[in-house]
Structures are given as structure tokens and as C-alpha cells.
């Protein structure tokens, strides 16, 4: 991380094939009672195709995921702007990148802040956006 | 709160309205099933910035469908999620209590070209060590198609 400087690539995140059971018990722990999360019909009646639909903190996660195997820990991520652009769907394959566009020093600590993205594979961008990320001291 | 659609001058008068809030705490057999449905490393407990946003949506004081209500709309309108930024000051803890305060930041009517009318609204929730001291801030944006305009 010393010699972290503007350009690098984070290592990639993959994940999938995503999961209509873990969307299930993710409606149950937040408590959501959108049926696009649990019920394959209210899916089709909505025009929005034949699977589920995974949950937006769910698909959050994943960046989340890609910057704490990067840096450490989940807790290093200090601030996370991310863009909703589309979305995952039961059975997908998705991937989570990232690029440091910078390193800066902040009360002691360094920083690198990073665009990243996640993107469903062979599909459409799902969400983009920017993560400020403690690296040390 | 009505349950109207607000014009331009309505959607204006709802900035500022603040949400009653509540208190959310972080449970470990809860933080632990939210770290398995997301794929994420045990060890990270409760310090994704993920954990912003459920603490905060969850105790807001509201549910969504009424939330929605503010602005004239239900669930089965559509409305989707925008931008959601987070910025954490501190780690969240388990076994930790956070108290939630938050107000409607912004709501403007916009039209695109291929969206049509809708509104964009901004929404900003604190989450509050019991000690006072601002432990996390998640402002989001909530879009809101309004397709018979």
C-alpha cells in the first residue's frame, strides 16, 4: 500500500451465481415486503423479466466487499458514493472493480479515494461510483 | 401527509420535513445473517457502510410505504433508488445502540427524455452514538416516476 499510486487496479471481485434464497432471508432481516425480492410472479407481472431481483444494499455489499479484501477490512471503507444504474437479477454473474485515482493524507491517516463499479458479466453497468478508503498511517 | 401528488410548490414545502427516527441496535445473530446474504468476511461485523443504511432506513420512524405517501406515491408506482452516499466517521459497533435523526433534503420535478416526468428526492439520516457524537451520516436519493404528468 506505500507504493499505492493513481491508476492502480484493485484486484477484481466476482460473485455469482446470485442467490434467490439469500434475497429471501435479505427480506426478511430488513423487513422489505417488495415481492420483486421473494415472489417470481410479481416479477413477471411488473414486465421485469422471470427471475428475482436482488436488494440495492445487497448489490452495495459487493463494492464493499472488493474494497475490504483490498484494504483490509470493511471498516477502512470511511466514505462510499455509489450511482443505482441497474439491476441483478437471481442467477447472475457480476463483477466489482476499482481504480485508485488518488492518494492523500488526512489528520494522519492516508487515503486513497477510487472509482468503482459493479457490472453484471456479458450485461449492463449496475452501479458506479467513488469510495474514499483509509490505508494506513 | 396528504397522499396527493405535490406540485412543484408542494414538493418544495416537504423539504425539511423530519422523520420521527428511532433507535436501531446492531444484534449480533442479525449482523451475522446480513454479512452471510451479502457474501461478506465474518470478521467484518457491523463495520460495512452497508450497515449505515439498514440501521438508518430501519429506524427512521417510517415505513417506506408511508414515506412514500409523502410524496403522493406507493410501491406500486415504481420508485427507485438514486444515489446513496455514506460516510462513516467511526466504525459501527455490535451490541451497539444508535440513535436515528434525519430530514427530507431536497425534491425537485425533472423531466427526461427517455425517464419522462419524475421527482428526484434527497433524504439525509444520522446515526447518533449514545454518547451524541455523530457516528455515520447516509444521504440517499429516491426517484419517483410521474408518468401521467
Not at chain 2, 420508485?79 to 462513516?88: D, L, Y
Not at chain 2, 429516491?142 to 401521467?148: A, K, L, M, T, V
Amino acid at each position: 500500500m506505500n507504493a499505492l499510486r493513481p491508476g492502480d487496479v484493485l484486484p477484481e471481485y466476482r460473485v455469482g451465481p446470485i442467490s434467490a434464497e439469500k434475497m429471501k432471508t435479505m427480506s426478511a432481516l430488513m423487513r422489505d415486503a417488495n415481492p420483486i425480492h421473494f415472489d417470481v410472479a410479481a416479477v413477471r407481472g411488473l414486465g421485469l423479466g422471470d427471475r428475482v431481483i436482488n436488494q440495492g444494499p445487497l448489490n452495495q455489499a459487493y463494492v464493499v466487499n472488493l474494497l475490504s479484501r483490498w484494504a483490509g477490512g470493511a471498516h477502512r471503507v470511511r466514505e462510499l458514493r455509489l450511482r443505482h444504474l441497474g439491476a441483478v437479477h437471481a442467477g447472475d454473474r457480476l463483477r466489482a472493480h476499482g481504480t485508485v485515482t488518488e492518494v492523500s493524507e488526512q489528520d494522519g491517516e492516508r487515503l486513497a479515494h477510487c472509482e468503482v463499479g459493479l457490472d453484471v458479466l456479458g450485461g449492463d453497468p449496475v452501479l458506479s461510483g467513488t469510495a474514499t478508503v483509509h490505508i494506513g498511517r | 401527509m396528504t397522499t396527493a401528488v405535490p406540485d412543484e410548490a408542494g414538493l418544495a414545502e416537504l423539504v425539511g420535513t423530519e422523520f420521527p427516527g428511532g433507535e436501531f441496535t446492531f444484534e449480533q445473530w442479525w449482523v451475522r445473517l446480513v454479512n452471510d446474504c451479502a457474501l461478506a468476511d465474518p470478521a467484518d461485523e457491523a463495520g460495512s457502510p452497508v450497515f449505515v443504511f439498514l440501521a438508518a432506513t430501519s429506524a427512521m420512524g417510517v415505513s417506506w410505504e408511508q414515506l412514500w405517501s409523502w410524496f403522493g406515491a406507493r410501491e406500486s408506482d415504481g420508485p427507485m433508488a438514486g444515489e446513496i452516499h455514506t460516510v462513516q466517521h467511526r466504525s459501527l459497533r455490535v451490541g451497539g445502540t444508535y440513535a436515528v435523526r434525519g430530514r427530507i433534503e431536497s425534491a425537485r420535478r425533472k423531466r427526461g427524455a427517455r425517464t419522462g416526468v419524475f421527482d428526484l428526492v434527497g433524504y439525509r439520516l444520522d446515526l447518533h452514538e449514545t454518547s451524541g457524537e455523530l457516528a455515520a451520516t447516509c444521504t440517499s436519493s429516491i426517484i419517483f416516476p410521474r408518468r401521467s404528468r
